[in-house]
């Protein structure tokens, strides 16, 4: 078994001896990173003071987050926090998100809050992974918002993936345009995306554990600049 292969299975099966079917944030960045994905700087802070040291190495501005495996959907709670600027920004978004999460589910887990970096602008798009009962592992790419949300312009392959499978996916999206740039922009990374939609199939085809795995967003930057996955969610047999 390979290091990465090794690691991968040994989040999951802290997970399974937690009783949880969903890993935390972290936990999920920990999986790709691992598998070779570009992934934001994600860290723990479980107090206000560990924040600012992680603040200082990771720089403003930062996102924050609550880290808690009884709430997965933190904006509904009102525990994300986008944009902070500096340490006394980090102390008031520190306390107010873990108030939140409390008032929100009072017998909540709290871990502390994730301290991550803050990208800039870019195009967004969503790649994800499931275990289909008739096909097995498959893999799905689009771009974000309307064009998935109202669209439903999404594209599908069974995994594991050829890096033309890959191209193939992202350019018979009707979004695809967007990514080749309009209006003047330039051309988004597709070799970079091609790369992480592969990888995605691989840990797909090779943890029939992962039950579905959701990468909402990735962040795709200019030719050459790469893409950065933002945020990753990942659950495991039995779980939706």
Not at 35 to 62: F, H, S
Not at 85 to 94: D, M, N, P, V, Y
Not at 98 to 124: C, F, H, M, W
Not at 210 to 234: C, M, Q, W
Request: aromatic share 6%; net charge neutral.
């Amino acid at each position: 078994m390979s290091a990465a292969k090794k690691k991968v299975a040994e989040i999951i099966s802290l997970a399974r001896k937690e009783g949880r079917s969903e890993l935390l944030e972290l936990e999920s960045k920990q999986v790709l990173a691992v598998w070779g994905l570009p992934v934001k700087r994600t860290e723990l802070a479980k107090d206000p003071d560990e924040a600012v040291r992680l603040a200082r190495e990771i720089r403003y501005p930062l996102v924050i987050k609550i880290a808690s495996p009884d709430i997965p959907r933190r904006s509904e709670a009102k525990c994300v926090k986008v944009g902070v600027g500096s340490e006394l920004e980090l102390r008031q978004a520190f306390s107010e998100i873990v108030n939140n999460a409390r008032e929100y589910k009072p017998d909540a887990k709290i871990l502390g809050v994730t301290v991550q970096e803050y990208l800039p602008s870019s195009r967004e798009v969503v790649v994800g992974a499931l275990q289909d009962q008739s096909f097995g592992p498959t893999v799905w790419f689009g771009l974000l918002g309307f064009w998935v949300e109202l669209l439903g312009d999404i594209s599908f392959r069974l995994a594991p993936l050829s890096a033309e499978d890959a191209r193939e996916m992202i350019q018979e999206v009707k979004g695809y345009p967007v990514l080749q740039g309009i209006r003047g922009e330039p051309s988004a990374d597709v070799g970079a995306l091609v790369d992480i939609i592969q990888k995605v199939g691989q840990l797909a085809h090779e943890f029939p554990d992962i039950s579905k795995l959701n990468i909402d967003p990735i962040f795709a930057f200019e030719a050459g600049k790469g893409a950065v996955v933002a945020n990753a969610r990942v659950f495991l047999g039995g779980s939706k």
